[in-house]
């Protein structure tokens, strides 16, 4: 996370590299790929993007573009159009580093699973549900097949299936993978794991689309004790761009805090105390 002493050393190699192979040598297109790394890191979008540009064009002209780093710098790329709701040119580069992968790994290989996710989401922010589910059902499929059912990295990509389940009014599909994902942290006992909160808070949510509002809040509230658990380790560590995307998540859990209290069980003690506590994380968040 020491970025400004790690940049000074970055661009000299870029010099030595540039005077050595020429600027157009893949070798250049990897420390640049390492340079807009620091920049996103950073929060500098547009620098990031910049060089990730740089370093794709680079392979382009070198007819490397169907190797693995173009499928990365396609991700990246998707995803910084992402985070400006730029979702025509998110999906473009989400559909090139399939295509790149797919080339590479073959049609059936979880190495292919982030960019149907990432598809996945696009769709899901457009209100295509259809393609969403297709997209996320996908991704699922081939990180099964290439972990297994059991294994607890799964849970996540479950878990962006149920949700579109949710939204489309089938609780039952919903509830059946986020139960499923329950029973399986509670099996390996690794039910502290962030990703098991996302599963809570999914059911919270489906219960109260359910017009369930006890166990909505049994579950937002257990969502909240396991968050409470590492909210000093997630701020002890990591870049300052990491702990600021960790605090706005926060940040959003409380705004459902608040909501499902206000909306749901406005008598109910649990969630009161969830919003007057830390799990409400707005009272973390300092400087913004």
């Not at 996370?1 to 893949?26: C, M, N, T, W």
């Not at 073959?106 to 209100?127: E, I, N, W």
């Not at 059946?176 to 059911?203: C, N, W």
């Not at 909306?263 to 009161?272: R, S, V, Y």
Request: glycine share 8%; no cysteine.
């Amino acid at each position: 996370g020491d970025y400004v002493s790690a940049e000074p050393f970055l661009l000299r190699e870029l010099k030595i590299k540039e005077k050595a192979q020429g600027p157009d040598h893949p070798t250049v297109a990897d420390v640049l790929t390492q340079l807009g790394i620091i920049h996103l890191d950073k929060g500098d979008y547009l620098k990031a993007e910049e060089l990730f540009l740089k370093s794709l064009g680079i392979y382009e002209r070198a007819q490397q573009a169907e190797k693995n780093e173009v499928a990365w710098l396609s991700i990246a790329l998707g995803n910084i159009h992402y985070d400006r709701g730029d979702y025509e040119n998110a999906e473009k580069y989400f559909q090139r580093s399939r295509a790149v992968l797919e080339k590479i790994f073959g049609p059936d290989h979880y190495h292919l699973t982030d960019s149907f996710s990432y598809l996945g989401h696009v769709a899901y922010d457009v209100g295509d549900y259809a393609k969403a589910e297709a997209m996320f059902g996908r991704a699922l499929s081939l990180m099964e097949k290439g972990l297994g059912q059991d294994h607890p990295v799964v849970t996540g990509y479950r878990n962006h299936l149920a949700t579109v389940y949710i939204t489309t009014g089938e609780y039952e599909k919903a509830e059946a993978l986020y139960r499923q994902s329950l029973f399986l942290h509670d099996q390996k006992t690794i039910m502290g794991q962030p990703v098991v909160q996302e599963t809570l808070y999914g059911l919270a949510r489906l219960y109260a689309a359910r017009g369930q509002p006890a166990e909505a809040v049994k579950f937002q509230a257990q969502a909240g004790e396991l968050e409470e658990n590492y909210i000093e380790l997630n701020l002890a560590a990591g870049s300052e761009r990491e702990k600021q995307a960790f605090l706005a998540s926060l940040s959003a859990r409380a705004s459902r805090n608040i909501s499902l209290h206000a909306e749901l069980a406005p008598n109910d003690a649990p969630i009161a105390e969830m919003r007057a506590t830390k799990r409400g994380a707005p009272r973390l968040i300092k400087g913004r």
